[in-house]
């Protein structure tokens, strides 16, 4: 027992920069565009499955690619300078399918049988729920109600969330990676290669550029690789979703998109709004919140930073909300919420760095106003960023679960709630999962935007380990289980002065915090 030598840390030790310190600017520029391309996966995978059912030719995909890109660059600037702070990407979320699936096939929107007169009129209606659903999560944060709640987490409660916030992607790794083994599984051989064990490898000038780099060698050297077995005719004659998932030439994206697309505010219209819409969308800004709040506390500690205060986390979830109402306002046919994959980058890099993701926001909003050159980036296969999910989500897991080094792991009551919380959280939205057909779910009675609420809450499981955890954690030998549960170390992180390093990491900026104190 005496070899045993791992006393709890508050912070990461082996990242080289955290939130404040950044590297040299020519690294920054390039470790901006690394976080670009890993955007670049739900960016293009969520329009490419909505468009076309919605009505929309490959022109249509193009320009909600772009859209999408744009408003995903300027919420991660607000996020960035004025919610949390984090070094956190804030982009399109596979959590709002479910309620835009259930405005797809509204009887009113199927019966139009023009398909682009379709199109324009679902997206006119997933932006007026987008726009209402919006509200609910501003109110909810800058009410600072999200704050208040947050006192009943704990680091018992948090690992089963934060870990789910990762380990719940599982459909996005494997499963996708699966649709074309031949270049998503060396693509996964690689970044674990080049990553971990060549890490120490300096090419150039003593650099680490495996470490740093090793997400963009390698989906240019897959990418590159991908394109030969394309012009090669490796798949020609091949079923189309063999195509769909492996050849570089599919996605019609560089042929459709435009040179110069400059996205504005109601570009497809006015929006229309309809009660039932509303109401289904509100699940999916819940649902964004529970995964938001999980996504920051992991990227808390990827950044050697202190777990965000209460008030910085409504902070966040307030200006979340405006990010929901800026994609109803410009019709990016999703809402917004933290991208997983992206807080995974930072711990693959060991670079926290905040002024790494502003930059790689500008790299967003540069690519998708010049349409063609992003359009190039956006045709990467996806089974190339399914290889690269399966490294980052599982990243993002880990960091879940060393939460539960400051827990006391030797009770039976932290093994239970730990326990039912994990299995709980995969297994009942893989049973609703296992239901859905792109239409309809388990819960299917007479009224739509109600199956929609609760598939899309008992399909999300962050949200499900969330309600297990915090529900059992709170309400199981509560008083006697304090130190058990890691609150003696937690609780000091509730309020802003409750930790010195906390102005340091999270105070606004332009000299802010005279005009919106932290409470």
Same mark, same amino acid.
Not at 17 to 25: A, F, K, R
Not at 74 to 93: I, Y
Not at 114 to 143: C, E, K, N, W
Not at 353 to 368: L, P
């Given at each position: ?16 920069? @955290?939130?404040?310190?950044?590297? =040299?600017?020519? &690294? ?103 726009? !209402? ?72 000038? &003593? ?10 060698? @390698? ?122 994959? %992206? ?47 399966? !490294? ?17 792991? /030797? ?17 009942? =939205? ?24 609760? /598939? ?56 802010? %915090? ?6």
């Amino acid at each position: 027992m005496g070899d045993i030598t791992h006393p709890p840390m508050e912070q990461l030790q082996d990242l080289e920069y @955290c939130i404040d310190s950044n590297p =040299p600017w020519p &690294e920054i520029i390039v470790l901006a565009f690394q976080n670009y391309i890993v955007v670049l996966g739900t960016s293009v995978m969520i329009p490419t499955m909505l468009v076309p059912v919605m009505g929309g030719s490959d022109e249509d995909k193009a320009r909600v690619v772009q859209t999408l890109l744009f408003v995903a660059g300027f919420n991660t600037l607000l996020q960035s300078l004025f919610g949390t702070r984090l070094p956190t990407v804030v982009g399109g979320s596979l959590t709002y399918v479910i309620p835009i699936a259930y405005i797809i096939n509204d009887s009113s929107l199927q019966q139009i049988e023009d398909p682009h007169s379709r199109f324009i009129h679902t997206m006119r209606a997933i932006q007026g729920a987008l726009i !209402v659903a919006s509200s609910i999560q501003i109110i909810i944060g800058y009410s600072q109600v999200w704050g208040l709640f947050s006192r009943f987490f704990s680091p018992l409660g948090m690992a089963p969330v934060v870990g789910l916030v990762g380990l719940g992607l599982f459909q996005q790794g494997f499963p996708a990676l699966g649709n074309c083994v031949e270049i998503g599984l060396p693509m996964l051989f690689l970044v674990v290669t080049l990553s971990q064990y060549m890490k120490h490898v300096k090419i150039v000038r &003593e650099f680490p550029i495996f470490e740093r780099f090793s997400v963009l060698v @390698c989906v240019i050297i897959i990418w590159i690789y991908s394109l030969i077995l394309t012009a090669s005719g490796a798949y020609r004659g091949k079923p189309i979703t063999t195509q769909l998932s492996c050849r570089t030439d599919k996605s019609n994206l560089v042929s459709s998109a435009p040179w110069f697309m400059f996205p504005y505010p109601l570009q497809w219209g006015p929006p229309t709004f309809t009660a039932g819409h509303c109401f289904a969308m509100m699940s999916a800004v819940f649902v964004s919140m529970v995964e938001s709040t999980g996504a920051y506390k992991a990227a808390a500690r990827l950044a050697i930073a202190t777990p965000p205060p209460a008030y910085v986390l409504s902070r966040g979830i307030g200006w979340q909300g405006i990010g929901v109402l800026i994609d109803g306002l410009f019709g990016t046919c999703s809402g917004s919420t933290v991208s997983v994959e %992206n807080v995974g980058l930072l711990g693959l890099t060991r670079v926290g760095s905040r002024r790494v993701v502003q930059i790689s926001a500008a790299f967003m909003i540069f690519f998708s106003i010049f349409g063609k050159f992003g359009a190039v980036f956006a045709s990467i296969p996806f089974p190339i960023f399914a290889g690269l999910y399966c !490294v980052l989500f599982g990243l993002v897991g880990s960091v879940g679960l060393s939460f539960l080094q400051f827990t006391n792991m /030797n009770s039976m009551r932290n093994l239970f709630i730990t326990g039912i919380s994990l299995f709980l959280g995969i297994s009942i =939205p893989q049973f609703f999962s296992e239901y859905w057909n792109g239409r309809r779910g388990l819960v299917h009675t007479h009224a739509g935007w109600f199956n929609a609420f609760l /598939n899309t809450i008992f399909m999300s499981p962050p949200t499900i380990a969330l309600i297990v955890a915090v529900f059992l954690d709170n309400t199981l030998d509560v008083e006697k289980s304090k130190k058990d549960r890691g609150m003696p170390w937690w609780v000091k992180f509730r309020t802003f002065k409750g930790d010195n390093r906390n102005e340091e990491f999270y105070t606004l900026p332009f000299n802010l %915090n005279r005009f919106f104190p932290p409470t």
